[in-house]
């Protein structure tokens, strides 16, 4: 191999495509068609149609839970079939696919030892992708690009040119003042837990953290248990970043909440 | 083995079971009990409940995506328990199995190299497979033959014997006149993209091709991003069938069309 | 090996999780982490949040159909971030994982050979989980301690210490009278099929059984083709349960009824 990076033949799917159709299955039949010995793992297909902060948000806080040498595809893709290029990261022993449509860059502000490479068309030609579609390059380049580098026939030093201009990512990030932070909710997940864009490390500042929803205080606990059954609380969760919760119901349900809702965090005075 | 086919190892799976109950888990369970080293990928579950013609149109365009050797599994089995028989179908490099209600019919009629068989009792009952349940072949029957069959264990010019009467496909054909093409909606994409019965071929042959749905004219565009946001239009899809789409929206919502709607397609006069 | 149990290498999941968000494909992501060659099934991870009963039916009803030495997590976990234990039971050939919560006790209650340990803290931080989150025991604990069952290197003897005070199933059971059974509705299928905690030997004991659902009573049949496309029906279902059904229909949605709701059985007069 002619880079450090050893394929661990791992390939996660991150997509808007959902599992109602047959996009994903067709995607991982390319994949074993060019690679038998492909473990395929769903990271998650349900992202909201182009929301493509939302696929950052979930990305960069999941493809380091996978062994080093994973190729992680992510295809939310509003621009296929426009000359849009296929950027691929490298982010410490991970390899990253997708669109050049903001997707990756947060991962890459966060770690300055990442190397971002926009993938050649020869190398798409080369491994005999010309005959593409114009509407599902998941299935048609995507996917076999991920299958030939998790086979370590490709290898990321070879498929592609640096570059410096990545398109910036669609995230917002909160904004900070004196007193508090004003945070915003990025996504809600299965339990109608309204996760936000700010992150541990704002929380550990605050020495008596609390929330503000739609004009009221809750508090910051530890745990869901800290508080009772119908409780709406702020939690930091697995993931490093605050929530809102309602304990043993769901948050988003109880406070009428969707996506795109603020959520200010402060100290509680006195 | 007695047939050139050499078996991948791989089984999809194509279901109305949904992903909600145990159903398709457990399926996979007992492949696993018979083959430890198969390799599973799910198609789809979310066929409509008992929509043959929707699993069908899916499978007829997903299989061959797959690597030769693959066993593919369709299981939409309004008549389970009764003595409808088992059907299995060799076309390419592929196996297919399903119960005979018209599910395999178009595969069959498109390719007339294609070989018919109906899976022998006596073959089931071989494999150990008499203490069935009366409500999930599936799990009972579908899965134990894929696997023997994957495994290179059964092969497929010994299960059964040559049949000639088919059920009938229940996927309406497009009807075609002078000028125009009248197609029907067979199924809703996850981003409300509606996808049609009408073929890249018949689209081919028109020089200046439109679409009509619900009285109103639309164009035929290349790719989605080839007309403005909010914008609807015909594509040519990744799966060689027209299907009417609102670029960057949802075409189902935008139009308030449902599965069985009927789409024209002519050509632009003038 | 210090037990008889030899690890097949399989894992399975069953969680109220989802599949909208990334926390299966997580759990996954740790698992392929420490054990590159395990095989991993999803079981649901649709159960309703929090609901433990419907859990503990479905898992109970379905770990036998995967291969000896298979182990089985399931988190449905509302105590997370407790001091609740983490059990571990052995029944068959099987491990199965889970938080005290009465998710296991009625496989244990079923099988007199069943052994039943609490999971040692001290296994717990030798595996280096002691940098655990308070929210995600799933990702953080159980996908850790059953990669390393499954791939032999922990082996159920050697995790934990017996216990005999489990928490107690929240599974309501059937009461009996003379001549009748009353059971309760335990899940919804994807059919709106309606499971009832009344087992196939209760439904053998009656000569002529009929259902009473709302005061309306239907026939018990073999299998949904007995009885014409709309008709109620009761069925011996493949999990060896009574449930309510309507041929080629939604059950559920034609009675209007929810889990919770009561099935009586009894013998038909004259």
Redesign the interface.
């Known amino acids: 191999m002619q880079d450090l990076l050893s394929a ?3 390939i ?1 799917l ?1 997509t ?11 995607m ?3 994949i ?2 060019r690679y ?1 010995d492909a ?1 395929i ?6 992202i909201q ?2 929301n493509i902060a939302e696929a950052s948000f ?1 990305l960069m ?2 493809y380091r ?3 080093d040498g ?1 190729v992680h595809v992510a295809v939310i893709d ?5 000359d849009r290029r296929i950027v691929a990261v490298r982010s410490a022993s991970h390899i990253l696919l997708a669109p050049d449509n903001g997707l990756l860059a947060d991962i890459v502000s966060r770690d300055n030892t990442t190397q971002c490479i926009a993938v050649d068309a020869e190398v798409i030609d080369r491994i005999g992708l010309h005959l593409r ?4 390059h998941g ?2 380049i995507f996917a076999p690009l991920a299958a030939e580098l998790a086979a370590g026939r490709l290898h990321f030093a070879d498929i592609g040119t640096p570059i410096f201009d990545f398109v910036a990512s669609p995230l917002e990030q909160p904004s900070t003042s004196n007193d508090s932070v004003v945070g915003t909710v990025i ?1 809600i ?3 109608g837990n309204l996760l936000t864009n700010i992150e541990g490390a704002v929380l550990a500042a605050l020495a008596k953290p609390m929330v503000i929803v739609a004009d009221v205080e809750y508090p910051v606990v ?5 508080a009772m059954p119908g409780a709406i609380v702020g ?1 930091l ?2 993931f490093d970043v605050l929530e809102i919760a309602q304990v ?1 119901g ?1 948050g988003a349900v109880a406070l009428n909440l969707e996506r795109g809702a603020t959520v200010t965090l402060r100290n509680r005075s006195g």
Chains 1, 2, 3 share one sequence.
Do not use: C
Request: glycine share 10%; proline share 6%.
């Open positions: 661990s033949g791992l996660t991150t808007d495509f959902g599992t109602h159709d047959p996009f994903v299955g067709v991982k039949g390319v074993f068609s038998a473990r793992v769903d990271i998650t297909h349900s149609p182009q979930w806080r999941s839970y996978f062994p994973t509003p621009g296929v079939g426009t579609s114009a509407t599902f299935r048609d996504t997940d299965r339990f530890r745990t869901y248990a800290d939690v969760n697995a043993q769901n």
